[in-house]
């Protein structure tokens, strides 16, 4: 089941707080994983008529560096068949039980399925380096070689297995490292994972506390083992303060932004969460762009969930993975009438599954509105929740396009003209675009948007999260403070004038309802 209900895990869907001050790192483990199980599309409903799976076999191998890792296979018929890595979220070890659904679901449609515990979590030695490619990636080198050796694995040629990956979050920022270093990778479906760690965990140079405070906790819980720069990193998140120079430097190396993701040369379906606050859908977008240009196939879909809670309807049931079956049956069983979908698909706020040729649409405008009006804020000004922004009440609110029978499909753009002062040299304020009707915010998201309080004139101009929403339906709030981020620390007073620029669109064709 791609979502699971949200009450069946005991987060309320739009206004459940994750508070780590009152549970155990054993519990934020468990919220952690909870809260990717709600909306993340790791899981593959096995099919009907699948054949029972044979079992599991547990081994350890040794990495590049000596480093023990612990792989599980499990066969798909008992014949050679291709394979599929999985990966799992971040702080958790590799899937071991046979039943699951995302073993169940592949094994039954005929691959191998392979999941491991990365280094430093589960029975797996060493320290966890957030995939990267100088550990994590080279050790994805060596289990693909062992891969090679065992007899259920098909070959392209000796050394080399028919191999794709699958896995959401950190089991699908490793799908980019690892095509990356290894030609041998033939296919990949990386589920909610980022472009850029610095972008995602500190937007427009404001820490994203919210997520950062829980990662620290689920990736510390229990024997777990993180490399000193992300311990560092942690203890700079308790107080919101940024990493310096050198820090950032080795956070930017830890993602397919820049050189890796140009070396990405392998079909590729991106999924990305509508409401995902951790790696929104500008990251996948990133992704998908740097892809394309190489000519390598890709696709990307948008789906109601990842690293949040999806509050809309989230369409068909069993949509993306479907589409993750037929990816794979196109390029590791090279199945050429398999039915992969168009470029694009995304599903609205009204559950409806939609698709075009790619992204962005075609024939999409840039349809604007402006508005001004006076802010004060202070540190009592919040919304929300860690994970997910909601209407503020202290807020400067811009009437959005007049445009039914529309879509927003993609990213609006800010500008803000300003005159501020304050009690501290700068802070950020936050935009987020709302849903007047619905009374939530679209995607869950807040947008920092960083001011100067010297009283002098600024213009800033920042991306807004994007969006797959009713055109007619929304308004823009510029506050002082989201949950999402570090607290308000600031006293003060601005002067503002907004304008908003939306990617207008008729909606695209349905392709699921």
């Not at 054949?51 to 018929?77: C, E, H, K, Q, Y």
């Not at 679901?105 to 320290?127: I, K, M, Q």
């Not at 065992?150 to 080399?160: C, I, K, N, T, V």
């Not at 990493?243 to 991106?270: F, K, N």
């Amino acid at each position: 089941m791609l979502l699971a209900p949200v009450r069946s895990i005991g987060v309320h869907a739009a206004h459940r707080v994750v508070d780590l001050t009152s549970v155990t790192p054993v519990s934020v483990r468990r919220v952690f994983g909870a809260l990717l199980a709600v909306g993340l599309a790791l899981g593959l409903s096995a099919p009907v008529s699948a054949a029972p799976v044979t079992g599991v076999r547990t081994v350890t191998i040794t990495s590049f560096d000596g480093t023990p890792i612990v792989v599980n296979l499990f066969p798909a018929t008992g014949r050679r068949a291709p394979s599929v890595l999985v990966g799992p979220g971040w702080g958790s070890p590799g899937e071991t039980n046979p039943a699951s659904p995302t073993v169940a679901g592949l094994t039954g449609a005929g691959y191998n399925v392979v999941t491991w515990d990365p280094r430093g979590f589960g029975r797996s030695g060493g320290s966890a380096s957030v995939d990267y490619y100088r550990y994590e990636g080279r050790d994805m080198q060596v289990l693909i070689s062992w891969l090679a050796k065992q007899p259920e694995a098909q070959l392209d040629r000796p050394g080399d297995p028919r191999v794709g990956m699958a896995g959401g979050s950190y089991g699908g920022g490793i799908q980019f490292v690892t095509a990356a270093l290894d030609r041998r990778v033939d296919a990949i479906v990386p589920t909610i994972a980022w472009n850029s760690l610095v972008d995602s965990l500190y937007p427009n140079r404001t820490s994203k506390t919210g997520w950062g405070n829980l990662l620290c906790a689920a990736g510390s819980a229990g024997t777990n083992r993180l490399a000193p720069e992300v311990q560092r990193t942690c203890a700079l998140g308790l107080t919101g303060s940024l990493p310096d120079a050198s820090l950032e430097a080795w956070w930017r190396d830890h993602g397919p932004a820049g050189r890796l993701i140009g070396r990405v040369r392998v079909p590729t379906m991106i999924v990305q969460g509508t409401v995902d606050t951790l790696f929104p859908l500008r990251e996948g977008i990133a992704n998908y762009n740097a892809i394309r240009t190489s000519g390598t196939p890709v696709k990307m879909v948008w789906f109601c969930g990842g690293h949040g809670v999806c509050n809309t309807p989230s369409g068909a049931a069993g949509h993306v993975e479907a589409l993750t079956v037929a990816w794979f049956d196109r390029y590791l069983k090279r199945v050429r009438s398999a039915k992969t979908g168009p470029g694009f698909e995304y599903v609205d706020e009204s559950g409806v599954w939609r698709g075009a040729p790619s992204y962005p649409l075609r024939g999409a405008r840039s349809v604007s509105s402006s508005g001004s009006g006076t802010l004060a804020f202070s540190p009592a000004d919040t919304s929300g929740t860690d994970i997910a922004a909601a209407p503020a009440v202290n807020a400067v609110r811009i009437a959005g396009p007049a445009a039914t029978g529309r879509q927003v499909v993609g990213s609006p753009a800010l500008s803000l003209t300003y005159r501020a002062t304050g009690d501290a040299p700068r802070t950020s304020l936050y935009a987020q675009v709302v849903d007047t009707g619905r009374k939530l915010v679209a995607g869950n998201f807040a947008t920092a948007v960083p001011i100067a309080l010297d009283g002098r004139t600024h213009t800033v101009s920042v991306p807004l999260g994007a969006l797959a929403w009713d055109a007619g339906a929304l308004t823009l709030e510029i506050t002082g403070g989201s949950r999402l981020y570090f607290p308000q620390r600031a006293t003060g007073t601005v002067t503002l004038r907004a304008r908003v620029t939306y990617l207008v669109t008729v909606p695209a064709h349905s392709v699921s309802s």
